[in-house]
């Protein structure tokens, strides 16, 4: 049987990370020969080949139209690697048949580079994101400073230091006997069910988060919640904490701003979602996303 973790998206990297701490002469030079560089053109990555690590001389392509610092992210196999983001027009610099520009979503569902890239180009569009997000201090409201290669700012009127941040969310694997509980988002591909899922609140548990989102979705309380795997999530920054639960009812009552419908599924039927074979035509999110994995831990037992 496949292993379901090895095509989970964004879980594998071999990124030996820089981090906030490194003084800022642990930095490299972002010019040498033996640079990357994971450049997005606007919402695009840029690939060469079946991978999204740059050269240095390919990257300069963009450099006219760069608009914010390279993040220094750290070593892979020694080679020091940088994010950088460029005006949308520089995708026009690589077009040609050497390169191509795809977004992140579709680069992890079409496998477009391989898994242990992954992690890396999301820690590349996390880490840039954030810095697009937050030029300016959220203390005095002065514009803050590039420090630790990328992964602090500092505002030079206050000394508030920030840091990238990342939002957990839970999402849950409902179980009730043989059934499980899936729900369609308003926004989410005619004929598509997944897991229920929603972000922790301040002061809140895993547990207590659980127990919310799915209640207040499909007023459905549930006990016995469990740690099951976790995945990055950059779109923009978050972790999906994948759990398990057991229903203490059946009824479900929707919320219709949350769901557009929810449904108890039997195995067979959730097998038949995962492989695309459904006679409804509904179908499961693709093997890269967590939804997909606690589903298949479901049909094999193993929620």
């Not at 890396?120 to 590039?146: E, I, P, V």
């Not at 769901?259 to 459904?278: G, I, N, P, S, T």
């Amino acid at each position: 049987m496949p292993d379901p973790f090895a095509t989970l998206g964004f879980t594998q990297s071999r990124l030996v990370r820089h981090s906030s701490e490194q003084p800022e002469g642990a930095v490299p030079a972002s010019d040498t020969p033996d640079t990357g560089l994971v450049l997005m053109a606007g919402d695009a990555l840029v690939l060469r080949g079946g991978s999204a690590i740059l050269s240095a001389e390919d990257g300069a392509r963009a450099n006219p139209l760069i608009t914010q610092e390279r993040i220094f992210l750290g070593h892979v196999e020694g080679r020091p690697i940088f994010a950088a983001v460029a005006a949308p027009e520089a995708a026009e610099a690589y077009a040609d048949d050497t390169f191509r520009t795809l977004d992140l979503r579709t680069i992890a569902t079409e496998g477009a580079v391989p898994q242990q890239e992954l992690g890396l180009l999301a820690t590349a569009k996390s880490m840039l994101g954030w810095h697009g997000r937050n030029r300016f201090c959220a203390n005095c409201g002065t514009q803050t400073l590039f420090r630790a290669g990328g992964f602090r700012r500092e505002c030079p009127t206050c000394a508030a230091h920030h840091f990238p941040r990342t939002d957990p969310v839970v999402i849950m694997l409902i179980r009730r006997g043989e059934r499980c509980l899936l729900g369609r988002g308003p926004h989410f591909k005619e004929g598509m069910y997944s897991c229920l899922a929603g972000f922790l609140e301040p002061g809140e548990t895993i547990e207590a988060a659980v127990a919310r989102e799915s209640y207040e979705e499909t007023r459905v309380r549930v006990s016995s919640v469990a740690y099951h795997t976790s995945q990055p999530w950059p779109f923009p920054s978050s972790l999906m904490i994948g759990c398990t639960a057991e229903a203490l009812d059946e009824t479900i009552v929707t919320d219709p701003t949350e769901l557009a419908d929810a449904r108890w599924f039997d195995r067979a039927e959730v097998l038949a979602m995962l492989e695309r074979r459904h006679p409804d035509d509904l179908f499961a999110p693709p093997p890269m996303a967590i939804a997909h994995v606690l589903m298949r831990a479901f049909v094999d037992g193993r929620a």
